[in-house]
């Protein structure tokens, strides 16, 4: 038996809101072990939904539903699914009560237009919400169909859903077992290379490998469909042992872990703290780090050093240097990284200088053109150049900096710890 997702809402086609009920109901369908392999969104209009329902039903046995369940002309779910299958609406007096106690604890009138609410499919089921004025259904229009409606707004849907609609799930036969998932997390290598270095493990079936990316980091999703959660957990262990092997220190974490995360731990690990020069990212890097929640304990500060004159001043960058070879430049970054390090006495320094763009670029220094300083214990001093090119966005240039500095900081660190070894 297969789920299909549809959401309703021409909002949602323009882009003026974000579908995250999808991403919602996504997750819930695969913690119930119930497969799901299509999704549409669709517009507030009764033909396109007539025409996705047509094609629901013909592949689908779950069709859950989310928007169109307000009370203005163009909420047009229910009555538009109870037409697709030539059943009348009746109106719910309980529909209605329910809606006139909820207006009236709020010190207001049900308007005429709520009453549209109260109407469902005749023989449908009516999916309770607890804290909207909008009720979901439950209905079996024909056989091996199963029609589920929620409203668009998330947290009244997650409610309806985790109040009723898993335990109707639960108990009418639809879960089997759960799927569960890990995803490892990798930085500095693409998703081309990765796929070619796990290409054995991409056609496996249970647990499956599957690579994706997203603003410059690459993952492996992991799944594995078991009877229980502790089951598909040790059918994942091996091949996420095998696969961490493999990529080595190309892989940072797993799941929730960022790299700034990742850094911090490595930091506290070994009992040492960093401070950070930035000038191109503005900030961006310390706020990386500052979001982790006691960062306290190894981030001592930063200094945005945006204009030259500060890089000399708070610094001691070598205006001759400033000069010489540009504030984008490999000795600028080392400098930046040293003089940061010493002001605020840390075990290590990081800094970052580059050209973000869109503007600023010239031939020998073209926009996405950065330089990452790294000073650590031992006074050794490094920098690395990166090209992220010109047609980035700035926003993007600023954040593959930030997130390449961590990860240049990381491999530094694992390296050490392998030499101490």
Not at 233 to 241: D, R, T, V, Y
Not at 272 to 296: P, Y
Request: net charge negative; proline share 5%.
């Amino acid at each position: 038996m297969v789920a299909e997702i549809i959401c309703v809402g021409t909002e949602l086609l323009l882009g003026d809101i974000l579908n995250s009920n999808s991403q919602f109901l996504a997750k819930e369908l695969a913690s119930l072990g119930i497969p799901h392999y299509y999704q549409t969104v669709v517009g507030d209009n009764p033909d396109r939904i007539k025409q996705v329902l047509e094609i629901a039903v013909g592949r689908s046995q779950l069709l859950l539903f989310t928007g169109g369940l307000g009370p203005t002309p163009d909420d047009l779910t229910v009555e538009t699914i109870a037409d697709f299958f030539g059943v009348p609406l009746i109106e719910r007096p309980e529909i209605i009560a329910d809606i006139e106690q909820k207006f009236a604890q709020r010190g207001r009138t049900m308007s005429k237009s709520n009453r549209k609410q109260a109407l469902i499919p005749e023989g449908a089921e009516i999916l309770p919400n607890r804290t909207g004025s909008a009720p979901g259904i439950i209905w079996q229009p024909v056989p091996n169909v199963t029609v589920m409606t929620f409203p668009g707004v998330p947290a009244e849907m997650h409610l309806m859903w985790r109040e009723t609609a898993v335990s109707y799930l639960q108990n009418n036969g639809w879960c089997s077992g759960t799927i569960y998932s890990r995803t490892l997390k990798f930085w500095g290598i693409a998703e081309s290379a990765l796929a070619e270095k796990v290409e054995g493990f991409l056609n496996l079936t249970n647990p499956t490998v599957a690579p994706y990316a997203n603003h410059g980091e690459v993952k492996l999703r992991i799944s594995a469909h078991a009877e229980s959660e502790a089951v598909a957990k040790n059918l994942i262990s091996p091949i996420e042992q095998q696969l961490r092997q493999i990529a080595g220190l190309d892989c940072y974490g797993a799941d929730t872990d960022t790299l700034a995360s990742t850094v911090g731990q490595l930091l506290l690990d070994r009992g040492e703290n960093l401070s950070v020069a930035e000038s191109c990212t503005g900030g961006g890097l310390g706020a990386m780090l500052t979001s982790i929640a006691g960062s306290s304990g190894y981030f001592w500060g930063g200094v945005i050093s945006y204009d030259d004159r500060v890089k000399e001043k708070l610094l001691n960058v070598k205006p001759e240097d400033l000069t010489e070879f540009g504030a984008v430049s490999h000795q600028v970054a080392q400098q930046m990284a040293a003089g940061v390090r010493a002001s605020l006495n840390t075990s290590w320094g990081l800094s970052i200088t580059g050209i973000a763009g869109p503007g600023g670029g010239t031939d020998s220094k073209p926009v996405g053109l950065v330089y990452v300083g790294l000073a650590g214990p031992n006074d050794e001093i490094e920098s690395f150049e990166y090209h992220f090119g010109d047609a980035r966005t700035r926003d993007w240039i600023r954040n593959l900096s930030a997130c390449t500095a961590l990860d240049r900081l990381r491999r530094k660190i694992l390296l050490a710890k392998v030499e101490k070894i």
